[in-house]
């Protein structure tokens, strides 16, 4: 097995039979589950989904019997819009993967691996696959998708506590890429004490740990001071223009609307590349994602004026839009403008 000592226990090292051959005194429990198919490597009960965890157990049982397609048709898609249910199913959604530099047969570690489009979207372009996520039900259904498309040897699903308290069960060096799609925004609510970027920086630097020499990370956020922001769209709070505001005053909002502080933070274009300097990591290329970082369909480089201007006039939108964003683009403002960021970055 491939992943035997790449993957390690967070508390004391362990890899291989040693970690998933009997019951381990980390957990007090095995951690290999699920006839196999998951390594739970978490202390901590968290759960996030569309569905409850009690909707998933059929949804398992079908998976098995009958397929994973099968199974979300009949328990998926009559709870969800059909933008919700591409974002479970299109592999399409892992097209940035040519931006990255990685060596023939990567080791790929995606954290939030959700219901595993771009886990096994990565699988099939030729990766070795660890999918982290904190739900062993949507890991277990990665592990029978995968297995489904002919790629059960190349993808392994860990289960691991909240990013703000976990420690990556990964060796030192191991991987070429980490995917971060919709994650670090999150780093933050399921704790308290210190800031959410605090504690996104304590990610990254666990992050910039486990990658080679050569590795790189992508990250898939929202930008924080995008147009739509500033026009009123709803933010991770729930409510519109918290993430433009000063967090302070975000705060405020947050708690009078009975939600608690504000801690799902995104960034700027300069704060992006700020947060990973501090981090130690190298060079960052950001890309405007088009229509959004879940599914870029157009990947839209930053850095040149005139080449944002020459792309984004083709990228399909209206004409206010591309009269907006072309205007701002001569005061340099385009590259926080946009709605949302494909970073590649560097170790």
């Given at each position: 097995?491939?992943?035997?000592?790449?993957?390690?226990?967070?508390?004391?090292?362990?890899?291989?039979?040693?970690?998933?051959?009997?019951?381990?005194?980390?957990?007090?429990?095995?951690?290999?589950?699920?006839?196999?198919?998951?390594?739970?490597?978490?202390?901590?009960?968290?759960?996030?989904?569309?569905?409850?965890?009690?909707?998933?157990?059929?949804?398992?049982?079908?998976?098995?019997?009958?397929?994973?397609?099968?199974?979300?048709?009949?328990?998926?898609?009559?709870?969800?819009?059909?933008?919700?249910?591409?974002?479970?199913?299109?592999?399409?959604?892992?097209?940035?993967?040519?931006?990255?530099?990685?060596?023939?047969?990567?080791?790929?570690?995606?954290?939030?691996?959700?219901?595993?489009?771009?886990?096994?979207?990565?699988?099939?372009?030729?990766?070795?696959?660890?999918?982290?996520?904190?739900?062993?039900?949507?890991?277990?259904?990665?592990?029978?998708?995968?297995?489904?498309?002919?790629?059960?040897?190349?993808?392994?699903?860990?289960?691991?506590?909240?990013?703000?308290?976990?420690?990556?069960?990964?060796?030192?060096?191991?991987?070429?890429?980490?995917?971060?799609?919709?994650?670090?925004?999150?780093?933050?609510?399921?704790?308290?004490?210190?800031?959410?970027?605090?504690?996104q920086c304590q990610v990254l630097s666990g992050v910039r740990r486990v990658l080679a020499v050569s590795g790189q990370v992508y990250v898939g956020i929202e930008s924080r001071y995008s147009v739509e922001n500033f026009r009123g769209a709803k933010?991770?709070?729930?409510?519109?223009?918290?993430?433009?505001?000063?967090?302070?005053?975000?705060?405020?909002?947050?708690?009078?609307?009975?939600?608690?502080?504000?801690?799902?933070?995104?960034?700027?274009?300069?704060?992006?590349?700020?947060?990973?300097?501090?981090?130690?990591?190298?060079?960052?290329?950001?890309?405007?994602?088009?229509?959004?970082?879940?599914?870029?369909?157009?990947?839209?480089?930053?850095?040149?004026?005139?080449?944002?201007?020459?792309?984004?006039?083709?990228?399909?939108?209206?004409?206010?839009?591309?009269?907006?964003?072309?205007?701002i683009s001569y005061l340099g403002l385009h590259r926080d403008a946009v709605g949302h960021y494909s970073m590649v970055v560097d170790r």
């Amino acid at each position: 097995m491939w992943w035997s000592e790449l993957i390690r226990c967070p508390h004391c090292g362990a890899t291989g039979s040693d970690l998933t051959g009997s019951v381990h005194s980390c957990f007090g429990r095995e951690v290999m589950t699920r006839e196999g198919r998951v390594i739970d490597l978490a202390r901590e009960g968290h759960y996030w989904n569309h569905l409850t965890e009690a909707q998933m157990a059929p949804l398992l049982d079908q998976a098995r019997s009958s397929g994973w397609n099968a199974a979300l048709d009949a328990h998926y898609k009559p709870r969800v819009d059909a933008y919700t249910y591409a974002y479970a199913t299109d592999e399409r959604r892992a097209d940035w993967f040519p931006l990255c530099s990685v060596p023939d047969d990567p080791v790929i570690v995606d954290i939030g691996a959700g219901w595993g489009a771009v886990a096994v979207g990565l699988a099939r372009r030729g990766a070795r696959i660890i999918a982290m996520d904190s739900n062993v039900e949507t890991l277990e259904f990665i592990a029978l998708r995968a297995k489904a498309e002919g790629l059960g040897d190349r993808v392994i699903a860990v289960r691991i506590d909240p990013l703000e308290i976990a420690v990556l069960p990964l060796r030192d060096g191991c991987a070429n890429l980490v995917v971060m799609n919709g994650v670090l925004e999150w780093v933050g609510p399921a704790t308290s004490g210190r800031s959410p970027e605090a504690l996104q920086c304590q990610v990254l630097s666990g992050v910039r740990r486990v990658l080679a020499v050569s590795g790189q990370v992508y990250v898939g956020i929202e930008s924080r001071y995008s147009v739509e922001n500033f026009r009123g769209a709803k933010d991770h709070s729930g409510m519109k223009f918290t993430a433009v505001l000063p967090r302070m005053f975000a705060s405020v909002l947050t708690k009078l609307a009975g939600k608690g502080p504000y801690r799902t933070y995104t960034h700027s274009y300069a704060a992006w590349h700020r947060i990973f300097e501090s981090c130690g990591f190298g060079a960052v290329k950001t890309y405007a994602a088009m229509p959004d970082y879940r599914f870029p369909n157009r990947l839209i480089p930053l850095d040149d004026a005139s080449v944002f201007r020459s792309a984004f006039s083709k990228a399909g939108i209206s004409r206010k839009h591309h009269f907006v964003m072309k205007a701002i683009s001569y005061l340099g403002l385009h590259r926080d403008a946009v709605g949302h960021y494909s970073m590649v970055v560097d170790r």
